[in-house]
């Protein structure tokens, strides 16, 4: 598994892993049932404090995209499709706010960059 983390990003290192591992999943890199590396492992290869990457792990398996299964490992799970839409969908605004403050950015310009995503992804 290939993980590029910028520890002089405004995203903290944690959450570069989620978003990352997160990717990998939803677009098939990461299969159902393969299993991440160990924790320990990834700290060693990335140079990271052990708990930086067992918190990107916790809230993995938080978003319901990964399962730890104790000294066996954590394993990519089948995504469940969402149930509750609208609350989806605020967990991802918020996680969006939360991202384009600690990038400093204000509010028109992290719309606009939302805006031109939609757009470019809409075809």
Do not use: C
């Amino acid at each position: 598994m290939i993980l590029d983390v910028d520890p002089q990003s405004a995203l903290p290192v944690y959450e570069q892993i989620r978003e990352q591992v997160t990717r990998m999943i939803v677009s098939g890199v990461l299969p159902v049932g393969a299993r991440l590396p160990a924790i320990r492992q990834l700290a060693g290869d990335l140079q990271l404090a052990k708990g930086t990457v067992a918190k990107a792990y916790a809230l993995l398996e938080r978003d319901g995209v990964v399962e730890s299964r104790g000294h066996r490992g954590t394993f990519v799970i089948e995504l469940a499709l969402p149930s509750d839409i609208d609350g989806s969908l605020a967990v991802a605004a918020e996680r969006f706010v939360n991202v384009a403050r600690q990038l400093g950015v204000d509010q028109e310009r992290a719309l606009a960059e939302l805006a031109a995503q939609w757009n470019r992804q809409s075809g």
